[in-house]
């Protein structure tokens, strides 16, 4: 099994960027998708997750509006496009899939996101 995420890096606060997740060796149309972040001295949050029928949640707040979670079961790919970014969105970014709301899935290595002028 393998979850690996692109797509981070530097941006200035304002800007966009596109996180990608491509997963391999398990059925990802069963899986529940999700993005986490981690800042430093800060314990990993739930960012957005999404169904295996699309569903989506949004639980921090902070991102409802700016960040935009999707999923191509073609490609195993799972995406997150977060635009209007702040300097408080600096973080580890993770993606994690599980069967529903299970604590025993899978984990990427994570990307850096830096928001910084």
């Known amino acids: 099994v393998q979850l690996v995420e692109s797509g981070g890096g530097l941006v200035q606060p304002g800007g966009s960027l596109r996180l990608s997740c491509a997963a391999s060796g398990f059925t990802f149309s069963s899986y529940r998708l999700s993005w986490y972040r981690q800042a430093p001295g800060k314990e990993r949050e739930l960012v957005a997750s999404?169904?295996?029928?699309?569903?989506?949640?949004t639980p921090a707040a902070s991102v409802k509006g700016r960040f935009t979670i999707s999923r191509d079961n073609a490609k195993n790919t799972v995406y997150l496009q977060m635009n209007s970014l702040r300097t408080e969105d600096t973080a580890v970014y993770y993606c994690?899939?599980?069967?529903?709301?299970?604590?025993?899935?899978?984990w990427g290595q994570g990307t850096q996101v830096t928001v910084s002028s």
């Open positions: 999404i169904s295996i029928a699309g569903g989506i949640t």
């Open positions: 994690y899939a599980a069967i529903g709301w299970g604590k025993d899935g899978y």
